[in-house]
């Protein structure tokens, strides 16, 4: 199970995640994503890991997509959030890194 709580303000809109990020719950990530991404506007965009449990391989494609899409800051705090979040940032690198040299 997975709660996913969005905090919004002025500067910034943040995006809790507690629990595992598997199965149902990816989509219903995705699907909080996509009605939020419309009006980040000129706000920052905050991915809050510290609480996540676990995430299959199709959760991490949809952090790794709200990340490119938003250069989200990702909070973690535990060894394993870390871990995500490295892993997360370096996906997003290597695939910039291709475009631009015609790679990917």
């Known amino acids: 199970m997975l709660k996913i709580s969005i905090h919004e303000d002025e500067q910034a809109?943040?995006?809790?995640?507690?629990?595992r990020l598997?199965?149902?719950w990816v989509g219903?990530?995705?699907?909080?994503w996509s009605e939020t991404a419309p009006r980040i506007g000129n706000r920052t965009v905050q991915l809050d890991l510290r609480d996540l449990t676990y995430?299959?391989?199709a959760?991490?494609?949809v952090l790794r997509a709200i990340y490119a899409q938003s250069k989200?800051?990702?909070?973690?705090?535990?060894?394993?959030?870390?871990?995500l979040a490295t892993e997360i940032k370096e996906t997003?690198?290597?695939a910039t890194k291709g475009v631009a040299h015609g790679i990917a």
């Open 92 to 94: 997003n690198s290597n």
């Open 59 to 61: 959760g991490k494609r």
């Open 72 to 83: 989200a800051e990702l909070i973690a705090g535990t060894l394993g959030s870390q871990q």
């Open 22 to 24: 598997a199965g149902p």
């Open 13 to 19: 809109i943040e995006f809790t995640l507690s629990g």
């Open 28 to 32: 219903e990530l995705d699907r909080a």
């Open 55 to 57: 995430s299959d391989a």
